[in-house]
Nanobody
Framework: QVQLVESGGGLVQPGGSLRLSCAASGSTFSTYIMGWYRQAPGKQRVLVATITNGGSTNYADSVKGRFTISRDNAKNTVYLQMNSLKPEDTAVYYC????????????WGQGTQVTVSS
């Protein structure tokens, strides 16, 4: 099972940027499709972006053109560069193996809080 630790969240003004990191354990990290997800207060956790082991990416419509997901398999790390942040981006952000999200089975890390506010 992959263990995940998210970091990089914080308070930022609208229009600002943040870069989230997700450090994963395990020698099979590079084989997984990885994703970033977010959960706003009172709402369900939703997909933000995914990246395959080959680097192909997919984004939710709400973040296309603003967010960029990337990975460094040598460091077992997934990143989420977030630009032009909006108040509606405020949420707890999580990373995980995409199959955990799809299947609804498996554990999640503690996430990292992103707050966009003036």
């Amino acid at each position: 099972q992959v263990q995940l630790v998210e970091s990089g969240g914080g308070l930022v003004q609208p229009g600002g940027s943040l870069r989230l990191s997700c450090a994963a354990s395990g020698s099979t990290f590079s084989t997984y499709i990885m994703g970033w997800y977010r959960q706003a207060p009172g709402k369900q956790r939703v997909l933000v972006a995914t990246i395959t082991n080959g680097g192909s990416t997919n984004y939710a419509d709400s973040v296309k053109g603003r967010f960029t997901i990337s990975r460094d398999n040598a460091k077992n790390t997934v990143y989420l560069q977030m630009n032009s942040l909006k108040p509606e981006d405020t949420a707890v952000y999580y990373c995980n193996v995409h199959s955990v999200y799809i299947n609804g089975r498996g554990s999640w890390g503690q996430g990292t809080q992103v707050t966009v506010s003036s």
